[in-house]
Structure formats: C-alpha cells, structure tokens
C-alpha cells in the first residue's frame, strides 16, 4: 500500500462479500527523463520499483504467484490519506482501483489459495498533494510499471497473502488493452506495442521478463508460456 516511508503497508482485511484488495507497494517520484519520444517523458525515473517477489519470469510467475489474472480497470477511489513531515508535498493520498476480472490464465495447484472473485480491489500508486496550496494533487508512478488507469486493461500475477491479494511486483503488472501485451498504458503514459517494446529496450537493457517476451501476442500465448513454465517446474 501507498505510505510514507516512515509507515509501512498494513494488512488489509477483506470483509464476506467484499472484493478482495490486492496491494502493490510503490513509492513514486514524479520527475521523468524525456528519451526523445514524446510519449515517453515518464519511461526512464517514472518511479522506484518495488519487488516484493521475483516478477520478471514465466517461471518467477509459476514459483511465486497463486492466479495470474486478466482484469479490466473500471473506477477508482481516493482510500486513504497520510501526511508528510517535511517536503514539497503535504500529504500522499492512497488510490484504490476496481478492477473487473475477465479471465484466469493461471492458477497454482501446488499454493492454497481462495478463489479470484468478479472483481478485485487494487492499491495503485495514488497522488501527492503540493504543500505551496494544499490542492494540486501530482501523479506518483510506479516504476518501470503501470500505474493502473480506469478504461485499461492489464494482466497481474497475484498471490494471497495475509488475509489480502499481492502483485509480486513491478514485473508482475502488465499493460493489456485489446488483449495484446504491451498495448494500453504503461508508466503513465499510453502506448501501443511498439512504443512499449521501445520503452522496455531503453530503460532495462537487460531484460528478459515475460512481458517483454509476448510484447505484440494475446491470451493464448502467455497461457502457454506459462504452462510451460509449470511443466518444467514440475519435471525438477
């Protein structure tokens, strides 16, 4: 969950009948480095990204994740507020995203874990408010990651953990508009498969995640990816 870093993320609890909550820890900063592409003024230093788990893989996905989901962001909310000691911001607002589950490309039979309801509730990286007027409220990004935007599509390996749902990590969240990976918003910005395997080439040269592999392809090829990370799991 969205803290200062002087109050770490709490457990949230899921009530009968209530979505689950699914927490990405992400600590934002709201400089960008411009790469020469207008689109791009977020890609480079969009954010500080937080692994809590291996997130880059198929295999880091098998290993680590209960359900990896297809979900399609409808609303979000302001959850919470903290505020800030010292800075040029006031106050760091918490932002929670409900996300409609469309499908299940996988899901671990070797974890227990409670089945994935209609929709999912997702802390997101929220807002800043400036200290100078007490109302602009400033994007925080997550880094090398999605922001997780109403009206976009994504793709997010999930596991259970205390009493709530946790993306592995920044790896772990994926763009997916009209079901092709790296389409949709990515960073902050909006891109299409070229622009994001463009990103994914300057900002992390040594990149061999699961995204980057399927940048351009749908559904049916992360299914496969994945089943075949959990054959090769299973064969030791």
């Not at 900063?29 to 969009?46: E, K």
Request: some cysteine; proline content about 6%.
């Amino acid at each position: 969950m969205l803290r200062d870093s002087a109050n770490p993320r709490r457990p949230l609890l899921t009530a009968p009948g209530r979505p689950a909550v699914v927490v990405l820890a992400a600590v934002g900063v709201v400089a960008g480095v411009l790469t020469g592409w207008p689109a791009f003024d977020t890609v480079n230093g969009c954010g500080f990204p937080v692994n809590p788990y291996p997130s880059e893989t198929a295999r880091d996905w098998v290993d680590h994740a209960d359900v990896v989901i297809v979900g399609r962001a409808v609303r979000e909310r302001e959850s919470d507020r903290s505020e800030l000691d010292a800075g040029a911001y006031r106050y760091r607002l918490e932002r929670t995203v409900e996300l409609a589950r469309e499908s299940v490309p996988f899901s671990s039979r070797t974890r227990s874990h409670p089945t994935v309801g209609p929709t999912v509730d997702y802390v997101a990286p929220g807002w800043k408010i400036l200290r100078s007027d007490g109302t602009t409220r400033v994007d925080e990004l997550a880094g090398d990651a999605p922001r997780v935007v109403p009206g976009h599509t994504y793709v997010l390996a999930l596991r259970w953990q205390d009493d709530h749902w946790v993306a592995l990590g920044e790896g772990a969240v994926v763009p997916f508009d009209d079901q092709v990976v790296g389409r949709g918003e990515w960073c902050g910005s909006n891109l299409d498969t070229d622009g994001f395997a463009e990103g994914e080439r300057i900002s992390r040269h040594d990149d061999h995640s699961l995204e980057k592999a399927l940048v351009g392809q749908g559904e049916d090829a992360l299914t496969r990816e994945l089943d075949r990370a959990a054959r090769r799991k299973s064969a030791g």
